[in-house]
Structure formats: C-alpha cells, structure tokens
C-alpha cells in the first residue's frame, strides 16, 4: 500500500516533467546559420530585427517567444533569426555585403535597414521565404496570440493561395 500512495504521489512530478521536455526552448540561427541551413532543406525564415536598447524587444523575448506554442511553430516551419539591427559585422546575404553605418548616436546595419525597406523600428519582424525573399516586415510588439496566426500563414506556404483574411476565417488557434 505505501508504494501505491508513492506511485500516486510521483505522478503528477512525472508529468510535468514530461510537459517539461515537451517544450525545449527555442534555438535561434544567425543570419549566416539560417542561409546554410536553408540549403540543406529549404524553409522559411523568420528575422527578429532587434537592439539591445530596445524595452519592447525584451518583452518579446519574456513573453512571446518563450511561449511553448509560439516556439513549436517556430522551430517546425522556420528558421528563426535573431539579428542586431545595430551590430558592427559585416553580413554577406545573398551575395551582397551589408554593413554597418555610423549615423546619430548609435547607427544601424544595412540588412536591417534594407529587410525593412528603411523604416527602421524595432522590434521588427521579417518574413523570408525559403528562396530567402523578403515577404513582409511586421513592425511593433506581437503578443503571442497576435503572431500565433502570423506565424502559421507564412509558415505552412497558406499566404501563396489565400489573403491573410481568409485564412483568419478558418484559422483555429491553440493557444
């Protein structure tokens, strides 16, 4: 009988850390990571255009991204990039050389600037198809459930054969 009331006990401790291994933190790419990874077997990649300065993008970090059903999404359909908008490295994408420009008090990259099409804010998120194409830059703080939709439009190819707005209407999320 006190193996029984033992046996009992565990299970909930069983569980969660079974729950627990379910939901591993998200692996993020550099830039140069995703392009290589992207040749081996081709997916969307999805940029986190951040600085270090940045109070939003932090929150980001805190609340979105280590939501277990945001990074699933994430870590199933895309490469996930986290890039310093304001970093000094050189970046070869796609065989240009961006690189970083002194301007004001802190400066910008040009990957950053040019994956926005110049209108730097952050946090910003960038969508790539697996061609490495640039499809949408989202500016501005997601929640999980506002990126939730996002990330599966893109994601699964739906944003090749419905609007966005289509694919709402039948979206079911699982958050």
């Known amino acids: ?20 291994t379910l939901s591993k933190p998200l692996t ?7 392009l290589i990874l992207n040749e081996k077997e081709p997916r969307p990649v999805m940029i986190d255009l951040y600085t270090d300065w940045c109070g939003w993008c932090k929150v980001m970090d805190q609340r979105t991204f280590s939501n277990p059903e945001i990074a699933r999404v994430l870590s199933t359909y895309f490469y996930p990039v986290k890039f310093d908008a304001e970093q000094k490295p050189e970046v070869n994408f796609k065989g240009r050389i961006f690189k970083f420009v002194a301007s004001g008090q802190r400066g910008y990259h040009e990957l950053a600037a040019a994956l926005t099409q110049g209108k730097l804010s952050y946090p910003t998120l960038v969508f790539l198809d697996k061609s490495m194409t640039p499809l949408q830059p989202l500016p501005g703080y997601k929640t999980p459930n506002d990126l939730e939709p996002i990330l599966n439009f ?19 999320s699982k958050l």
Do not use: C, H, N, R
Request: aromatic share 26%.
């Open 28 to 34: 993020w790419y550099s830039i140069e990571e995703a």
């Open 154 to 172: 893109f994601g699964t190819g739906i944003y090749l054969t419905k609007t966005y707005d289509e694919f709402l209407k039948e979206f079911k």
């Open 1 to 20: 009988m006190k193996y029984v009331f033992y046996l009992l006990l565990s299970i909930p401790f069983l569980s969660y850390a079974q729950d627990a």
